[in-house]
């Protein structure tokens, strides 16, 4: 049974605007949460993460908002750039898990035109 | 910078070979981790290991194996590969945080 969800496969913006990107998650005791961006042929590269005691986190253009009752989160990029084009993927950490497994979701396609 | 070298960009065997995919970390980390990544199923942990000569099993460890025989060496090894082992192999690595750090990844092609 899937844990962590992305169910859009793709996502087009265009640049400049706003990209979200959702993700769902169905184990109450997930403890952290991740965002990884891949681009092909390359390893996945982390980008932000977020405690379950926030409910946002931000690094620049890339903010994380946590909504625990929902058990949802969400990544946005504002604004938009070409380069941000790639597969992302949502990842959580369950509560006591010490060596850090990572729970992945099956990531979202995201395209943005320019 | 952590960096997470892989032995292979790109490697092609036919079935029933042995196969022996190497990653090499350089940040003193205390956790590595094997994933395998193909198109509409994300990423997926074969196996990990928390410490020299510990293994753990991930999700899918069926037809593989794993050595850690030094801190920074962590090898996959696909005993017999089929062609259902075709894929995109992830090494990664774990310091004292929770980020993973990835290697640029293996792409295999099993004939």
């Known amino acids: 049974d899937q844990q962590v969800k992305q169910n859009s496969p793709s996502l087009s913006v265009q640049e400049g605007r706003i990209s979200i990107l959702n993700c769902d998650y169905t184990?109450?005791?997930?403890?952290?949460f991740l965002w990884y961006k891949k681009y092909p042929a390359e390893g996945p590269t982390f980008l932000i993460s977020?405690?379950?005691?926030?409910d946002k986190n931000e690094d620049g253009r890339f903010t994380v908002f946590l909504n625990k009752s929902a058990k949802h989160l969400s990544l946005h990029i504002v604004p938009s750039q070409p380069g941000d084009s790639a597969v992302y993927f949502c990842?959580?950490?369950?509560?006591?898990?010490?060596?850090?497994?990572?729970?992945f979701g099956k990531g979202t396609k995201l395209s943005v035109k320019p | 910078d952590v960096k997470v070298t892989q032995s292979s960009r790109y490697l092609v065997k036919r079935t029933g070979e042995k196969v022996f995919l190497e990653c090499v970390q350089d940040?003193?980390?205390?956790?590595m981790f094997w994933y395998r990544q193909d198109p509409g199923l994300g990423l997926r942990l074969i196996y990990f290991?928390?410490?020299?000569?510990?293994?753990e099993k991930g999700d899918i460890p069926e037809g593989y194996s794993v050595s850690r025989e030094k801190k920074e060496r962590f090898s996959l090894i696909l005993e017999s590969a089929s062609t259902n082992q075709t894929s995109m192999y992830l090494c990664?690595?774990?310091?004292?945080?929770?980020?993973?750090?990835f290697g640029p990844g293996t792409r295999l092609t099993v004939l």
């Open positions: 990664a690595s774990k310091g004292g945080y929770n980020e993973q750090f």
């Open positions: 184990n109450s005791m997930f403890d952290y």
């Open positions: 977020i405690s379950s005691i926030k």
């Open positions: 990842a959580a950490i369950p509560y006591g898990g010490s060596q850090g497994n990572l729970i």
């Open positions: 940040m003193d980390h205390e956790n």
């Open positions: 290991s928390y410490d020299v000569k510990m293994k």
